[in-house]
Every structure is written in structure tokens, then in C-alpha cells.
């Protein structure tokens, strides 16, 4: 019995496992787009005088220790 109902359930097991790769995948293009933005974003601060270049330094680092954090947990 278990066996044919693992038969029947393997297409929808299937398209849910896939789903749920591809809801991981997307969250990951979203975390990085908005880590890219905001990077973007403090570069344009600097150059309209908002801070200084050490506090945009200090800031770009931590966006980019946690952009390879992102990638690396994707791998």
C-alpha cells in the first residue's frame, strides 16, 4: 500500500520540492539585489557629501562581508 502511495505522490512531491528550490533561489537574488542597492545607494550618499570617505569605508565592508555571506551560503 505504502508503496503505491508513494507511487502516486511522487509528481507532487516532486513539484513541491521544486518549488520550494525555487522559492530559495529567489530569496537569495533578493537579498543580494537589496544588499547591491544599498551599496549603490551609500556610494551616491558619499558623493552628494552626506559622510565622510572612513564611514562609507566602514559601511561598504560590513554590505560586503554580508553579500559573500549570501553567496557562500548559496554554494
Known amino acids: 500500500m505504502f508503496l503505491l502511495d508513494d507511487i502516486l505522490l511522487a509528481p507532487v ?12 533561489v529567489i530569496k537569495t537574488e533578493q537579498g543580494e539585489n537589496r544588499l547591491m542597492d544599498t551599496l549603490l545607494e551609500l556610494q551616491m550618499r558619499l558623493e552628494l557629501g552626506e559622510f565622510s570617505e572612513e564611514e562609507y ?10 553579500l559573500e555571506a549570501i553567496r557562500k551560503e548559496e554554494e
Request: aromatic letters at 4%; hydrophobic letters at 35%; a positive charge.
Open 13 to 24: 512531491k516532486g513539484v513541491a520540492w521544486l518549488g520550494k528550490k525555487i522559492d530559495e
Open 57 to 66: 569605508r566602514r559601511q561598504e565592508a560590513s554590505l560586503l562581508e554580508r
